[in-house]
């Protein structure tokens, strides 16, 4: 998919927050985000940038040089406590980051619902990452927008992706998705809005394993 285009009355400025929260700036050096602005609906607005990745979907073949991922877990935009590896222990799990003032986000949307109920019955489990949406009200109004069949963790100062180890794979961008194992392992990422055929190709690739 070809960068993000912004109207061109849109400026791009630096993102910035009313609270400086030691937590945002590890997550924004963490990303390594730039100025890409979404040309925002709701939550950013025209503040709102992001890096949208590019490239394809990097597969670890080899199942013995994947690394552990990080335990997924905190509060559900439905204020609900959740704990996604151990509740989803011995499933492959796709884990997408998101916002919902990301253009690129809404773009993969469909083809994310589509594929979490296509995939339920193989043993595959959806969990979403909200992140820098100041208002929960807005993801859970995307959320119903895509009629999204699966839990998102609240995540709106970055903590949750600092988890995962740096350099292994790990998201850098807005969207990004992380494949896991039903061993718990971090099997493939795409730093980039997924296409329909990408999903479901990596999908059965994990799926097929023994």
């Known amino acids: 998919m070809s960068a993000c285009r912004a109207d061109r009355r849109t400026r791009f400025r630096p993102f910035r927050r009313r609270t400086a929260a030691p937590a945002v700036g590890a997550v924004l050096a963490a990303l390594a985000l730039s100025a890409c602005g979404s040309g925002g609906t709701s939550g950013g607005g025209g503040e709102t940038q992001f890096v949208q990745g590019t490239g394809g979907v990097q597969v670890v073949k080899d199942k013995g040089a994947r690394k552990d991922a990080p335990e997924l877990s905190g509060k559900t935009l439905q204020d609900e406590e959740l704990n996604a590896t151990e509740k989803f222990k011995g499933k492959i799990i796709v884990f997408n980051v998101w916002g919902s003032w990301c253009a690129p986000c809404r773009a ?59 350099g292994n794979l790990n998201p850098t961008a807005i969207p990004s998705t992380v494949f896991i194992d039903r061993n718990g392992k971090i099997a493939a990422r795409a730093i980039k809005p997924l296409t329909e055929s990408e999903l479901r190709d990596t999908l059965d690739q994990l799926v097929a394993e023994k």
Request: aromatic letters at 10%; proline letters at 8%.
């Open 108 to 166: 993969e949307a469909k083809h994310l619902v589509r594929a979490s109920r296509d995939y339920k019955d193989k043993g595959v489990e959806f969990v979403g990452l909200n992140v820098r949406d100041p208002r929960p009200a807005n993801a859970r109004a995307f959320e119903k927008a895509f009629d999204v069949p699966y839990p998102s963790i609240q995540d709106s100062g970055g903590k949750l992706i600092l988890r995962f180890p740096k």
